[in-house]
C-alpha cells in the first residue's frame, strides 16, 4: 500500500497531461491518479461499456438529451456519486459498488428488501430507500441506467424469466416516478442466469434473487460521438 501511495504521488507530480491528472477520492480522503488521465485507451474502454447498455449508448444518449460530464470532472463526479449513494442507503441491505474497472457503478437491491415471494410490487417499507437512490439519479443526471432482474433457480425458467422482468420494470417505472428522466433508463430480466452464488442453499438462492441498477456516467465526448453519429 505505501509502493502504491508513493507511485501515485509521483505520477500526481510529473505528470504531463494536466493539473486535473491527480484528485482526491472522497470516499477515502486520499490521493489518486483521475480516471480521465488514465491514457487514450479510456475513451475507447467508455465507448465499449456505453455499448453494452441495454439497446445500446448512443441512441440513447441523443433521445435522453444528456450533456454529458466534463472530461476534467468524471472521475471526481463519480467518486461523489457513490459516496453519496452509500450514505444515503447505509443499514438498508444495498450494497453500491464500483465495477467495469471503475467506470460505471452498481446498486444491488437485496430481493428480501425490496419484494415479497413472488410479488412484483415494491415493498412500502422500501420506498423511502429508493426514493433516495431516484434523488441521486436526479442530481447527476449525466449517465445512462440500466435495470436488472434476476432470480434463483427455483420454479420454471420461463416463469423465473417473466417474475424478473417484471421486477426490473418496476424499479425501472418507479425511478420515473420519481422524476428520473424515463429516457435514461432501460429495464431487462434474465431469469436464472447470472447467479452470484449457489443455488444449493437458501441463503446463496437469497442472494441470487435480487434487482440491479447499473449507472454509466457519459462525458461530454461520448455525447460528442453520439451525435457526429461514431
Do not use: H, W
Amino acid at each position: 500500500m505505501k509502493i502504491r501511495r508513493v507511485l501515485v504521488s509521483s505520477l500526481c507530480a510529473v505528470s504531463l497531461v494536466s493539473l486535473s491528472a491527480c484528485v482526491t477520492d472522497p470516499n477515502t480522503g486520499q490521493q489518486k491518479v483521475s480516471r480521465t488521465a488514465i491514457g487514450a485507451g479510456g475513451g475507447a474502454l467508455a465507448g465499449l461499456l456505453l455499448g453494452g447498455l441495454i439497446g445500446g449508448g448512443t441512441g440513447r444518449i441523443i433521445g435522453a438529451g444528456i450533456g454529458g460530464v466534463a472530461g476534467a470532472a468524471v472521475g471526481y463526479t463519480y467518486d461523489k456519486q457513490i459516496k453519496q449513494l452509500r450514505e444515503q442507503t447505509a443499514g438498508t441491505g444495498v450494497d453500491v459498488s464500483p465495477v467495469d474497472g471503475g467506470k460505471a457503478i452498481l446498486v444491488n437491491l437485496p430481493n428480501g428488501v425490496t419484494f415479497d415471494t413472488d410479488s412484483t410490487v415494491i415493498k412500502p417499507a422500501f420506498r423511502d430507500t429508493l426514493d433516495k437512490v431516484a434523488q441521486s439519479l436526479v442530481q447527476y443526471p449525466d449517465s445512462l441506467i440500466d435495470v436488472y432482474g434476476y432470480t434463483d433457480s427455483t420454479g420454471s425458467e420461463a416463469y423465473n424469466m417473466t417474475l424478473s422482468q417484471n421486477r426490473a420494470r418496476a424499479v425501472a417505472d418507479y425511478l420515473a416516478s420519481r422524476g428520473v428522466n424515463p429516457g435514461r433508463v432501460r429495464s431487462q430480466g434474465y431469469g436464472e442466469s447470472n447467479p452470484v452464488a449457489s443455488n444449493a442453499t437458501e441463503e446463496g438462492r437469497s442472494a441470487n434473487r435480487r434487482v440491479e441498477i447499473k449507472i454509466v456516467p457519459v462525458t461530454q465526448e461520448d455525447v460528442a460521438r453520439a451525435r457526429s453519429g461514431q
